[in-house]
């Protein structure tokens, strides 16, 4: 079945990089996407990565895929306070079907 | 251009009412998910619309249902409700390819059961 996971915290100086780290399941994983959530919001989608590649960037946001071990990160450059939010990863399978199996989120905190 | 519009943005009802919720997609999109948080167990899926068709559903009971209308927008309902239904409601929005890969979420139904 399917199955993301992700820590739950994480704490940053101001002006650090921050790390964002995910596992998944399910080796059918198509694509994989970051979104971001702050307090009283819907989800604003981040950047996302198709299973065929193992490097995106987009300015201050990399993201790595491994897909051998299943593993998706994603690095904010020059992490700033409005960075502070919750980070999901997200999976979609192949196939028409719009699914997506979110992690549990981590909550990042960036400290001034 | 406009983006995902969820109304309204807050309800509160009474256990054993019934509620429905309404989600407007980007102009264009035809594809509509249903999404429910809750601290407990985070985002889950409850259905997809295509062109007022189900096209994918969740597991979750029956008195959660859905609709979609010709305009792309949906309704999702949900009846006999109870307390472990509050929850933020998500609807996202997409594209009509299955290759497109973004899928736009709105700010969501904040809906309390008493």
């Known amino acids: 079945g399917e199955d993301v996971e992700q820590s739950l915290f994480l704490s940053v100086r101001e002006g650090d990089s921050s790390v964002i780290n995910c596992t998944y399941t399910?080796?059918?994983?198509?694509?994989l996407y970051w979104y971001k959530q702050e307090p009283g919001a819907g989800l604003q989608l981040l950047t996302y990565?198709?299973?065929?590649?193992d490097m995106k960037q987009d300015q201050r946001l990399t993201v790595l895929l491994n897909k051998k071990d299943k593993h998706l990160s994603l690095r904010i450059a020059d992490t700033q306070t409005g960075d502070s939010a919750i980070y999901f990863c997200?999976?979609?399978?192949?196939?028409?079907?719009?699914?997506?199996?979110f992690g549990s989120g981590t909550q990042l905190t960036v400290l001034p | 251009k406009a983006g995902v519009t969820q109304t309204p943005r807050y309800l509160i009802k009474t256990r054993g009412q019934q509620v429905t919720l309404s989600c407007s997609p980007i102009?264009?999109?035809?594809?509509v998910s249903w999404y429910q948080q809750t601290p407990g167990q985070g985002l889950q899926f409850l259905f997809e619309?295509?062109?007022?068709?189900?096209?994918n559903k969740g597991n979750f009971p029956g008195r959660f249902s859905g609709r979609q209308f010709s305009n792309s927008r949906s309704e999702m309902n949900v009846s006999t409700l109870e307390l472990g239904d509050s929850a933020l409601y998500l609807c996202?929005?997409?594209?009509?390819?299955?290759?497109?890969?973004?899928?736009?979420f709105g700010q969501g139904t904040r809906l309390t059961v008493v």
């Open positions: 996202a929005s997409s594209s009509t390819g299955t290759d497109n890969t973004e899928a736009f």
């Open positions: 399910d080796s059918s994983s198509t694509y």
């Open positions: 990565i198709f299973s065929n590649m």
């Open positions: 997200a999976e979609r399978t192949s196939g028409s079907a719009r699914q997506l199996t």
């Open positions: 102009s264009g999109h035809r594809s």
């Open positions: 619309y295509f062109s007022e068709t189900q096209r």
